[in-house]
């Protein structure tokens, strides 16, 4: 494992977010065709990326360490949700900005970022692994994050939300892996490339809606500061430590406690963006805390390494 790989992704994604915003600022992106954008990575290339990253022979083995993942991974986010709550009740945040804040306590940037970095630390398997993680991080968005990020109406939990392009495209991966099936060269070529697009085009429809907003007001902004410290090392230390209390695999540990020590999810501000919620506030919460993670990441790791191993 190379700590320099891991920063050098850190930063080409931070340099996808400021060509955005330079985007922005030139009104080369302006209002419509950032929401346009933001629509065709929620429903097109995260999960044709999500399909693409399970596309594995079946084992024992992988399906062993696939279910304990799954088993764990809604304590994860269940103890996520319990700071984002306590936060807001704390600090008396009122809506809509405390669902905007809960959000992004809450939800990892576990795709965009998690996959290249877990591939770094692990490989290609450790990418499969945050695939079957991932399905609970869709879980959550398409229901709790749906109701964070909608301002006024539509509160209510609607479960048909499960029906939604990323548990599809999880489901589909996961039925795949265990009957093995493999996709027409032509078919999987076309979802890979598409799948692809997905990074470089939410780093820049982020960079897009921050060019929107004052960069000295995110740095002096106190609760994105909090938010950012939150998100970065308070959820992320505890569950390392608790997770490696329990007779699990050093992967199993590693994919779980990496994926949550991600920045705010690039969701936060193209959920916003789509809901008509405050996305401004949503994506400097994503640049503040990506920017602070080309920091924080690698030292995690460095601890991953040291405390369960790889």
């Known amino acids: 494992m190379d700590l320099t790989t891991v920063l050098s992704q850190v930063l080409v994604l931070f340099i996808?977010?400021?060509?955005?915003?330079?985007?922005?600022?030139?009104?080369?992106?302006?209002?419509?065709?950032?929401?346009?954008?933001?629509?065709?990575?929620?429903?097109?290339?995260i999960p044709a990326l999500l399909i693409t990253s399970m596309n594995y022979d079946f084992s024992k083995a992988m399906l062993s360490n696939g279910l304990l993942v799954l088993a764990i991974g809604p304590f994860a986010y269940i103890f996520a949700m319990l700071v984002g709550y306590i936060f807001t009740k704390i600090k008396h945040i009122k809506n809509p900005d405390r669902g905007i804040y809960q959000f992004a306590t809450i939800f990892p940037n576990g795709g965009f970022m998690g996959f290249p970095i877990v591939a770094v630390v692990y490989g290609e398997i450790g990418i499969f692994y945050a695939g079957l993680f991932n399905l609970w991080f869709n879980i959550f968005l398409w229901t709790l994050g749906m109701i964070l990020s909608t301002p006024h109406k539509n509160k209510n939990i609607n479960f048909k939300m499960l029906i939604n392009p990323g548990t599809i495209a999880i489901t589909i991966g996961i039925v795949l892996f265990l009957f093995s099936i493999k996709l027409p060269t032509p078919l999987f070529q076309a979802l890979d490339?598409?799948?692809?697009?997905?990074?470089?085009?939410?780093?820049?429809?982020?960079?897009?809606?921050l060019g929107e907003s004052n960069?000295?007001?995110?740095?002096?902004?106190?609760?994105?500061?909090?938010?950012?410290?939150?998100?970065?090392?308070?959820?992320?230390?505890?569950?390392?430590?608790?997770?490696n209390l329990l007779p699990l695999?050093?992967?199993?540990?590693?994919?779980?406690?990496?994926?949550?020590?991600?920045?705010?999810?690039?969701?936060?501000?193209?959920f916003a963006r789509k809901n008509n919620s405050n996305y401004k506030l949503a994506s400097e919460l994503v640049f503040l805390s990506t920017l602070c993670s080309i920091?924080?990441?690698?030292?995690?790791?460095?601890?991953?390494?040291?405390?369960?191993?790889?």
């Open 215 to 243: 960069i000295k007001d995110v740095i002096s902004n106190k609760l994105i500061i909090i938010t950012t410290f939150l998100r970065l090392i308070i959820i992320p230390l505890p569950l390392l430590f608790i997770l």
């Open 193 to 209: 490339s598409l799948g692809d697009t997905t990074i470089p085009l939410a780093m820049v429809v982020i960079g897009s809606m």
């Open 295 to 310: 920091a924080t990441i690698p030292i995690f790791i460095s601890l991953v390494v040291k405390i369960v191993g790889v």
């Open 16 to 45: 996808l977010i400021t060509i955005g915003v330079i985007l922005r600022k030139f009104n080369i992106i302006n209002d419509s065709l950032g929401k346009g954008l933001s629509n065709f990575i929620v429903y097109a290339t």
């Open 249 to 270: 695999p050093n992967i199993v540990i590693g994919i779980i406690a990496i994926t949550m020590s991600m920045p705010v999810a690039a969701n936060a501000a193209i």
